[in-house]
Nanobody
Framework: QVQLVESGGGSVQAGGSLRLSCAASGYRVSSGCMGWFRQAPGKEREGVARIRLAFRSTYYADSVKGRFTISQDNAANTLYLQMNSLKPEDTAMYYC???????????????????WGQGTQVTVSS
């Protein structure tokens, strides 16, 4: 059974930083594809970043490019999202997600991801 557990959210002022973690069980964070998504109140969930784990190949939404970094720690079986220069518009619930093992697609489209964490709240004040 796959479980993804996010942590690291919190409240920060604009310009600050946070690092989100996603601890995986039942899923190897060394192959496949994982990503981070977020959903702000009243808005649809959107893809933030994804990583093709075997190649550490990354892709970012334009809104976070240059500020956020997605990474993995295979030994810890954990996915990370380092968020710098945070803005109030980054306020959202952040979710970790993973594709099915063996899946070839690796995008930041929600439909491509099968396993989801419960989310961690990030609030950025101005």
């Amino acid at each position: 059974q796959v479980q993804l557990v996010e942590s690291g959210g919190g409240s920060v002022q604009a310009g600050g930083s946070l690092r989100l973690s996603c601890a995986a069980s039942g899923y190897r964070v060394s192959s496949g594809c994982m990503g981070w998504f977020r959903q702000a109140p009243g808005k649809e969930r959107e893809g933030v970043a994804r990583i093709r784990l075997a190649f550490r190949s990354t892709y970012y939404a334009d809104s976070v490019k240059g500020r956020f970094t997605i990474s993995q720690d295979n030994a810890a079986n954990t996915l990370y999202l380092q968020m710098n220069s945070l803005k109030p518009e980054d306020t959202a619930m952040y979710y970790c997600a993973a594709v099915r093992p063996g899946a070839s697609l690796c995008s930041i489209e929600e439909a491509d991801f099968h396993y989801w964490g419960q989310g961690t709240q990030v609030t950025v004040s101005s």
